[in-house]
């Protein structure tokens, strides 16, 4: 009986294995998504914050003399989602009878601006 396994043992196995699978998925799941939440950080510190604050180390201050609201206050705004930010990022640039300065039209892919709304949104601290 030494040589062969229970029956419960051989059971288990696929379960362990099922197990396992999953762990090492939601693993892969985690890297991609901090991968993309990196890659949203650096594309937001080149081309955003020239006029937004988008990281606390953020290495030099925005250029306006009145900046654009920072990343932080917009990712703590009622109703701001990744979805709401792709739309602004990539259809709402600016509307001349409210705002002094536009927004410039960047044309960011959608891969692009997915991975900023993201990173904008992971700020959010409410």
Same mark, same amino acid.
């Given at each position: 009986?030494?040589?062969?396994?229970? +029956?419960?043992?051989?059971?288990?196995? +696929? /379960? &362990?294995?099922?197990?396992?699978?999953?762990?090492?998925?939601? *693993?892969? @799941?985690?890297? %991609?998504?901090? %991968?993309? &939440?990196? @890659?949203?950080?650096?594309?937001? @510190?080149?081309?955003?914050?020239?006029?937004? /604050?988008? %990281? !606390?180390?953020?290495e030099?201050? +925005?250029?306006?003399? $009145?900046?654009?609201?920072?990343?932080?206050? &917009?990712?703590? !705004?009622?109703?701001?989602?990744?979805?709401? /930010?792709?739309?602004?990022?990539?259809?709402?640039?600016?509307? +001349?009878? $409210?705002?002094?300065?536009?927004m410039?039209?960047?044309?960011?892919?959608? *891969?692009?601006?997915?991975a900023?709304? !993201?990173?904008?949104?992971?700020? !959010?601290?409410?």
């Amino acid at each position: 009986m030494s040589g062969m396994q229970s +029956p419960l043992k051989r059971s288990a196995l +696929p /379960v &362990l294995a099922a197990v396992l699978c999953g762990l090492l998925a939601l *693993e892969v @799941r985690a890297q %991609a998504q901090d %991968a993309e &939440l990196a @890659r949203g950080e650096h594309i937001a @510190r080149f081309v955003c914050a020239g006029c937004h /604050v988008v %990281a !606390r180390d953020q290495e030099f201050a +925005p250029l306006l003399s $009145k900046p654009a609201p920072s990343f932080f206050d &917009l990712a703590n !705004r009622p109703g701001t989602t990744v979805e709401s /930010v792709e739309q602004f990022v990539t259809h709402t640039h600016w509307d +001349p009878d $409210k705002l002094q300065m536009t927004m410039p039209a960047l044309m960011p892919s959608a *891969e692009q601006s997915h991975a900023v709304a !993201r990173y904008l949104v992971s700020l !959010r601290t409410r």
